[in-house]
């Protein structure tokens, strides 16, 4: 009997385990970061068995990583009205990418109708509510901003609304002119320890913007630096930022992708804070301890204190200080509009 000619169209044999072979070629890609490679390997996968729920949450990871978010929210919104994955890890990133886009309307919509079905963990819930406070007061600012009248620089130093300050602050990084008229002004409210920490965060990046360089004094919690604005670089590519992401990718990421990619915006938003301070103690191992631990208790993962210490082989007390300090941070860095 003739055989088959296997390069003859409509014979086509596939190799052996070739499902497995690009799962397990396309979930190491994502570990370390390919994201393309990733995606490309990772989509050829879902083709093959359309069922494989790590495989859709991977591919939103990788888009997401990528930077099309409006896909990526698209593929979140198909997972959760098909109960696809981990409905927590699938909301939390979707809520991420919610926010990255802006969508404050929708993070509401999203967590009044969760807090209505969803029984989670407390910590949880207390997450959820403040996101759902920032997003209602986002909101509400972006419908006033339009008629929101002109400020003077001076009235910085008021007792204004933080929305106030940041409107003014928008207004001069707008400004195609300098902005040397106002450096009084804004020094005072860089040393001013009542002043909202993200209100002088957006201070330096207008500097960073406009390209301004001089030497200027920051206080925040209690510590002060003088800093060279010129020399200043963004959060996210700071080495001790990437130091701690390394860290916790190697344990958090390898286990469980999305979740990471959660911890990974706290952190960013605990250094935007804090900027253009780092945490301290400046031990990267102890901050990825705490955002680890503290990831786990937003997913509702009973875990021992002394278990994720032993994972870092940090003390138990430096898990604990960093993990609270992450929350407290956490607190304040949704602006109290």
């Given amino acids: ?6 390069n003859q169209p409509g014979n ?25 490679e990733a995606l490309d390997l990772l ?38 009205k098909q109960d696809i994955g981990d409905y927590f890890e699938v909301l939390q990133i979707y809520l991420t990418i919610l926010v990255q886009l802006g969508q404050y309307k929708e993070v509401e919509s999203t ?31 972006k419908e006033v901003e339009q008629t ?35 450096y009084a002004v804004i020094d005072s409210f860089l040393l001013d320890e009542t002043k909202h920490p993200l209100v002088k965060t957006a201070i330096l990046h207008m500097f960073m913007e406009k390209e301004i360089s001089r030497s200027l004094e920051i206080e925040k919690f209690g510590r002060r630096m003088t800093i060279q604005t010129g020399e200043l670089q963004e959060v996210s590519q700071h080495p001790f930022t990437l130091a701690v992401l390394t860290l916790l990718d190697d344990t958090l990421g390898n286990e469980n992708p999305s979740l990471f990619e959660v911890v990974k915006e706290i952190w960013y938003r605990q250094l935007s804070v804090l900027y253009p301070f780092l945490p301290y103690p400046e031990e990267e ?21 002394e278990e994720i210490a032993e994972l870092y082989q940090i003390a138990a007390r430096d898990l604990r200080f960093a993990s609270s300090q992450i929350r407290e941070i956490e607190e304040i860095s949704f602006l109290p509009l």
């Avoid at 093959?48 to 991977?58: S, Y």
């Avoid at 631990?293 to 875990?303: A, L, Q, R, S």
């Fill in 12 to 36: 086509l044999v596939p190799f052996p385990n070739l499902k497995q072979r690009l799962l397990d070629k396309g979930m190491d890609a994502l570990k370390h970061k390919k994201y393309q």
């Fill in 285 to 305: 191992v102890i901050w990825a301890a705490g955002l680890h631990k503290v990831g786990y208790d937003f997913h509702g993962i009973d875990i021992e204190s």
């Fill in 111 to 141: 967590i009044e109708a969760v807090l209505q079905e969803g029984d989670f963990p407390s910590q949880t819930v207390e997450t959820f509510y403040r996101l759902l406070d920032f997003s209602r007061k986002m909101n509400v600012n």
């Fill in 148 to 182: 929101q009248p002109e400020f003077e620089v001076e009235q910085l130093l008021e007792d204004i609304s933080i929305a106030d300050q940041l409107s003014i602050i928008q207004a001069l990084r707008s400004e195609s002119h300098g902005i040397s008229f106002s």
């Fill in 43 to 80: 989509q050829q996968t879902i083709e093959m068995d359309p069922d494989l729920e790590e495989v859709q949450l991977g591919i939103v990871v990788c888009l997401f990583e990528l930077g099309q978010l409006e896909e990526a929210k698209e593929k979140c919104q198909v997972m959760l």
């Fill in 1 to 6: 009997m003739k055989q088959p000619n296997p």
